[in-house]
């Protein structure tokens, strides 16, 4: 790997904010100074200190955030309207993250970001059937024969039904809140399930991905990245 693309890696600046500090001196390889941005290194071989500071103790090309993805933000890479997901992780220099799966621009809560293709893949894989849990605010009330409908599979235009999900009711401030967990993808999935069953959704909010829960003390559009547990209950 080149030397400025393991700083840039690192989120440490542009290559041409880099490439001025090697020429000051400021990047160490196995104590020598470095003088090219372009030499070769291995961070698992090599020792670099960026103004003193040890790069190489804790680094890993795979990058992991949850983010708490706010309303009015869409979940793409790119967009020519509209403010991303991406736009809302500043760290620097990040290459190829991606947010796992897609929530609607309207839609609340959980979203992966990461550029670790093979995770992001077997996530989003249906023969995974990796469950999502949602906070369903509805504008009529559920009944017990709306869930036993929503757990059995539900018509909601496609081929086929939804597969079986999971489903029950809680409380929040004094009003009806809808649990549902799936284990699909579907576009609008859950509106037009709710939409099936005689209901509209008024917000929604992702909680949950497999076993990785949205972290209650981020505020829609904070982020962190995951820490070791996190992500070893994902993987």
């Given at each position: ?67 708490n ?30 947010p ?5 621009k ?65 409380e ?20 037009r ?29 904070e ?13």
């Open positions: 790997m080149r030397l400025d693309k393991f700083l840039g890696d690192c989120g440490l600046g542009t290559r041409k904010q880099l490439k001025e500090c090697i020429k000051n001196g400021m990047v160490l390889v196995d104590g020598v100074v470095a003088t090219k941005p372009d030499i070769s290194i291995d961070p698992a071989q090599n020792e670099i200190l960026f103004s003193g500071e040890n790069l190489t103790e804790n680094y890993s090309k795979f990058k992991y955030y949850i983010l993805k706010p309303q009015g933000v869409v979940s793409a890479t790119k967009d020519n309207h509209d403010e991303t997901v991406l736009d809302l992780i500043d760290t620097g220099y990040d290459k190829n993250l991606s796992v799966g897609r929530l609607d309207d839609t609340e809560g959980l979203l992966l970001i990461t550029n670790d293709g093979k995770l992001a893949h077997r996530l989003l894989s249906p023969k995974k059937h990796v469950e999502k849990e949602y906070e369903v605010h509805t504008k009529k009330f559920v009944s017990e024969s709306d869930i036993k409908r929503l757990e059995e599979g539900i018509d909601i235009g496609d081929e086929i039904p939804t597969l079986p999900a999971k489903a029950y009711i809680s929040q401030n004094g009003e009806q809140v809808l649990h549902l967990i799936i284990h699909e993808g579907r576009f609008h999935q859950v509106k399930m709710l939409e099936a069953i005689g209901n509209e959704v008024v917000f929604l909010k992702r909680v949950r991905m497999g076993a990785l829960l949205l972290d209650p003390s981020l505020l829609p559009g982020y962190r990245e995951l820490t070791k547990e996190e992500l070893y209950l994902l993987k």
